[in-house]
């Protein structure tokens, strides 16, 4: 198969960059589930923008750069704050329909880390509209073919430059190859990669994986964001509970009721979510107790109900009632946001291959993503990528800047021995999540990261010797990207000797400010 641009992801990176590119040629948007299946179909809180009276792009940059710890990057922020307003009035052009208040104007909810209402939602379940609504118009839109349970596998390279993907027919067990003029990568993040994740099931860092093992620079993975509030349940996989919860008011508290986020940050429960994670962290750790409460019970039921349907019921059918108890909640592994390096346009280290949305690292979020960030961030760069593969494709490829933190990894060897007919994938699998949610969470230690690097060490050898000796299938290939992430981010987090935002190391518990402009880049040995 031959197209002119292909997108891997039909996420809203991989929607927005096949809906701007088709205009200029054919477009085949590669997902490896349905369509539908995506991070993105399960964001909640909103969309952030500086579209209120009170608002201006200025204080949406200046929040982001905050939330960051001084590692963002400030022209990267100042394309995604500009560009906001104008592409969720895009969005609504395609059809989204958001919460408005009773006069029509949009209605603007609060979320930590921002110093103005700007989060544009439609109830909890804002991902949800927005993925119908590019999907409709990826529909309609002349030159797109989305392709459905297509899982791609390894970028294909000749002389350097990125010309298409070797792809897995999931449901035939075929393998084949898709070329293009252009190739995207809109994956998504590695959530999986930790046992206690709000992500779901498609989120193994394929992506990232791929572009890692084809040579591409690879920047700060070590900033993995730990949601602050997802349900605990022994029944339940780990649900969000949006951090618009807190911003209507939601009050975080101990099983003994004490409310303890005033005692870390005068911001309370709307501190940045690094604050507020590392603080229930610390709290459990503190009390001994299997969670924290999110209390929401002095609001009004019908407004909770209205304001938070998908929560509500969600947290119902586990038999609470979130109108009447707190909901027990605590934090898990949420959001990458390190990935494949790229330019303002969406470019990475390799000839005519792209990057967008979750899988990319664009600057923007620096070492903390503020919240609702990440969809305009995929918005926004993704149409500068289309705009860029469709009109300046021939351009050299661009390179990052040098950095203070650089990390030379040599390219997985497989282990001599490996079962020549059978392997157990899910337990490697296992073996990862554990590994990483014991030490590489949200308070590291040298010690603990070390550990991590040398067991993941022996653990990607094996995955590469079974990979290479066995037909390719869904979980082969996502064990190998999430053994690849692992590693990624446990070397980082050992190459940055500080703390700052989400990499929090107990042995370097300070900041140092000549680290500020330091993202910390992997280049292939
Ligand atoms: P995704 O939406 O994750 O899409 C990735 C696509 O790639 C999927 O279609 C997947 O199937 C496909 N894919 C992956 N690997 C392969 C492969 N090997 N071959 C083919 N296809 C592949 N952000 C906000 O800004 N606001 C929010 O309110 C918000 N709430 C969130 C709530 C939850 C529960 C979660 C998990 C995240 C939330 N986020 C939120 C983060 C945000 O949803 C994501 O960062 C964003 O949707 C990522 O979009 P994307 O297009 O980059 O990737
Ligand atoms: C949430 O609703 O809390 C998620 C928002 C985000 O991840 O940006």
């Known amino acids: 198969m031959e197209f002119d641009y292909l997108a891997l992801g039909s996420g809203i990176a991989g929607l927005t960059f096949a809906i701007n590119a088709a205009p200029h040629g054919s477009v085949a948007i590669l997902t490896k589930k349905q369509r539908s299946e995506s991070n993105t179909n399960y964001a909640q809180g909103g969309i952030a923008a500086a579209i209120g009276s009170d608002d201006s792009w200025e204080l949406h940059l200046q929040d982001t750069l905050n939330a960051g710890a001084g590692l963002c990057d400030r022209e990267a922020v100042e394309v995604l704050v500009k560009n906001g307003p104008r592409l969720v009035q895009w969005l609504i052009e395609l059809g989204a329909q958001f919460d408005r208040n009773p006069d029509g104007s949009l209605a603007l909810g609060r979320e930590g880390g921002h110093s103005r209402n700007r989060i544009i939602h439609a109830a909890d379940h804002t991902g949800y509209e927005i993925e119908r609504t590019l999907l409709i118009a990826a529909r309609k839109t002349p030159h797109i073919t989305i392709l459905e349970h297509y899982q791609a596998l390894d970028l294909i390279l000749e002389d350097g430059v990125c010309t298409g993907v070797q792809v897995l027919d999931t449901l035939t067990g075929d393998v084949f190859e898709i070329r293009a003029k252009a190739v995207l990568l809109a994956t998504g993040g590695c959530g999986q990669v930790y046992l206690h994740t709000s992500n779901p099931l498609i989120a193994t860092g394929d992506g990232i994986g791929m572009a890692w093992r084809a ?51 005068p911001r309370a429960e709307l501190a940045p979510r690094d604050i507020v994670a590392r603080a229930i962290d610390a709290e459990l750790k503190k009390t001994g107790d299997p969670h924290v409460y999110l209390d929401i019970t002095h609001l009004d039921a019908e407004f909770i109900k209205r304001r938070f349907p998908t929560i509500y019921q ?22 990458t946001c390190g990935g494949v390096w790229t330019d303002l346009d969406g470019r990475t280290t390799i000839p005519r291959l792209y990057a967008c949305g979750e899988v990319a690292y664009t600057g923007v979020h620096g070492a903390n993503r503020l919240a609702s960030n990440s ?40 282990a001599p021995q490996v079962a020549d007919h059978a392997y157990n994938w899910d337990a490697s699998r296992l073996q990862i999540r554990k590994v990483m949610q014991k030490k590489v969470g949200i308070v590291r230690t040298t010690q603990r990261l070390q550990e991590a690097r040398c067991e993941l060490e022996s653990l990607t050898a094996q995955v590469e010797a079974a990979y290479r ?31 700052r935002g989400l990499h929090y190391v107990l042995d370097y518990p300070n900041t140092r400010p000549e680290l500020a402009t330091c993202p910390t880049l992997a280049y292939p040995a």
Request: aromatic share 6%; net charge negative; with cysteine.
């Open 215 to 265: 040579g591409a620079v690879i920047a700060n993975m070590e900033f993995i964001q730990f949601h602050p509030t997802t349900l605990y349940h022994t029944d339940a996989p780990s649900f969000l509970i949006s951090e618009a919860v807190r911003g209507e008011g939601g009050i975080l508290r101990r099983i003994d009721g004490y409310r303890f986020m005033p005692d870390y940050d």
């Open 375 to 414: 969809l305009l961030e995929a918005l926004v760069f993704a149409e500068r990528a289309a705009l860029h593969a469709t009109t300046r494709l021939e351009e050299p490829p661009p390179q990052p800047k040098p950095s203070c933190i650089t990390i030379a990894l040599p390219p997985v060897t497989p």
């Open 469 to 499: 000796a066995l037909p390719p299938t869904v979980e082969s290939c996502e064990v190998r990207n999430l053994a690849a992430c692992a590693l990624l981010i446990t070397h980082s987090a050992l190459a940055r000797k500080e703390s």
């Open 314 to 335: 969600t947290c119902l059918q586990y038999g609470i009632d979130i109108t009447r108890e707190p909901i027990p909640v605590v934090p898990a592994a949420h959001y």
